[in-house]
């Protein structure tokens, strides 16, 4: 069974540049998460999914990040513009209804120059 | 508001000596646990978690980890590490046992001599 699927691995933007990573969770999974990871930190909770629905999306700076998951599968994260301080790796990961295990995506790994 | 501390940012041990990553947790109701590994250029894997019950809660690869209440701890323990152990390891700490909405400590790298 395929694990949680994120693309680009690697991203090198310059400042003020859009950005955008795509998420397909594990099939199955009605929840997904986007974590953000900074250069030595645990993992912080962007956005949480249910569905289609972002149920939690507290701890996503809404002026330049957003969030999408039209049909309850894939997911895409952007930023416009990126700032030097996105530069970070960028984690989904998604988890079934029974159990609630987190399944993590390798991440994508952004640079802002 | 929850917070997880790691006390050791970077731990060193030889090869076939025991381990023990340290986990402190500030939450004011029933905690729900986990540590996570986390290999280079990888994604998070989950080792084992705590919800209630035995105290003493085993994983995968050999580690285990016991939650102690009264001193607000969830230690990560194995007894012979191997070098394929080297990694970074996060301690978690989540309000409820399904909804992903984990805080992390900010990780212990392990590192394994020869």
């Known amino acids: 069974e395929a694990g949680v699927v994120q693309s680009p691995r690697y991203k090198i933007i310059e400042k003020k540049q859009p950005v955008a990573f795509w998420c397909n969770p594990i099939?199955?999974?009605?929840?997904l998460y986007w974590y953000l990871q900074n250069l030595g930190q645990g993992p912080e909770l962007l956005i949480r999914?249910?569905?289609?629905?972002?149920?939690?999306d507290s701890q996503l700076p809404k002026d330049r990040f957003s969030a999408e998951r039209l049909k309850g599968v894939d997911s895409t994260l952007k930023i416009q513009p990126a700032e030097l301080g996105d530069s970070a790796v960028y984690l989904c990961?998604?988890?079934?209804?029974?159990?609630?295990?987190?399944?993590f995506g390798e991440g994508s790994r952004l640079t802002v120059l | 508001a929850q917070s997880v501390t790691q006390p050791d940012i970077h731990i060193t041990v030889s090869e076939g000596a025991s381990l023990e990553l340290r986990c402190n947790y500030s939450?004011?109701?029933?905690?729900?646990l986990f540590w996570y590994v986390q290999s280079p250029g990888q994604g998070l894997q989950l080792l084992l978690k705590y919800f209630s019950g035995d105290t003493l809660v085993q994983g995968i690869k050999g580690f285990e980890a016991e939650f102690k209440r009264s001193q607000s701890s969830f230690n990560l323990r194995k007894p012979s590490v191997h070098w394929s152990d080297a990694a970074e390891y996060f301690c978690a700490v989540g309000i409820s046992s399904n909804t992903g909405k984990l805080i992390f400590g900010q990780g212990t790298t392990l590192q394994v001599k020869p």
């Open positions: 999914y249910e569905n289609e629905e972002a149920v939690d």
């Open positions: 990961a998604s988890s079934d209804q029974i159990t609630g295990e987190l399944f």
């Open positions: 099939s199955g999974h009605n929840t």
């Open positions: 939450y004011g109701a029933t905690p729900y």
